[in-house]
């Protein structure tokens, strides 16, 4: 079935160092892919999304590019801030499979000042 | 900004007690879903409805779990009996369309609940 597989965490950067999270997927078809962020004590908000192959999706300095050939979602950030100390998912959504939403069993990224 | 409200935040329970959450979606939103996060791990779908109709559900342990939204707008979801492994964050989400998956899913603040 489909999947969702992202680097495991906890990930630990000094302000404005350079940001990957990796994704990688398995599905049947072509699905939508998500980057959800979850700050401490909130709940998830969509950071970024991409519908179809070498879109790329960006939002508050963070990008990722859907890559068919690698079936990779890669987060991607230039200088982060401590305020982006929170989990990340990475999540498929399809149009397969009745359109269910699956997620990475996210990253956590620490930054310190 | 209109919001997804879940309650309670914080359920503390014991086991094979029943216990109930609550979720008001955003106005006009057709879809809603409610999912299991067990510490530690992704967001795992349990329910889903497209107005007051169930589309999928396969993922729901219907022995002990139901769900209902009968207004096609707020939501409910039971566990009977609670058992220690049913210990996580329950998140409400709402779309405004069902389907395609691109539609942006907007989450509640979950409500955490431990069995003890």
């Known amino acids: 079935g489909d999947s969702v597989t992202q680097m495991e965490g906890p990930v630990t950067l000094s302000e404005e160092a350079f940001l990957t999270i990796n994704c990688t997927y398995t599905?049947?078809?072509?699905?939508?892919l998500f980057w959800y962020v979850q700050y401490p004590g909130e709940g998830l908000q969509l950071l970024l999304k991409a519908t179809k192959a070498d879109d790329k999706g960006s939002n508050k300095g963070f990008e990722a590019t859907y890559r068919k050939e690698t079936t990779s979602f890669h987060l991607e950030k230039g200088s982060v801030q401590v305020s982006d100390s929170a989990v990340y998912f990475c999540?498929?959504?399809?149009?397969?499979?009745?359109?269910?939403?699956?997620f990475g069993a996210g990253t956590r990224l620490f930054v310190k000042a | 900004e209109a919001e997804v409200a879940q309650s309670p935040r914080y359920k503390i329970t014991e086991k094979s007690q029943a216990v109930a959450f609550w979720c008001d979606p955003i106005?006009?939103?057709?879809?809603l879903y409610w999912y299991r996060q067990i510490l530690g791990q992704g967001p795992e779908l349990l329910v889903q409805?497209?107005?007051?109709?169930?589309?999928?559900d396969s993922q729901l342990p219907k022995d002990r779990f139901s769900a209902e939204r009968l207004k096609g707008v707020d939501s409910t979801l039971k566990i009977q009996p609670a058992e220690l492994g049913d210990s996580a964050m329950y998140l409400c989400a709402s779309s405004l369309t069902h389907g395609e998956g691109e539609e942006t899913q907007y989450f509640g603040p979950g409500t955490r609940l431990l069995v003890l």
């Open positions: 599905a049947t078809g072509y699905p939508s």
């Open positions: 999540a498929l959504g399809g149009n397969t499979g009745g359109f269910k939403t699956i």
């Open positions: 106005s006009g939103h057709a879809t």
């Open positions: 409805f497209q107005d007051e109709s169930v589309v999928d």
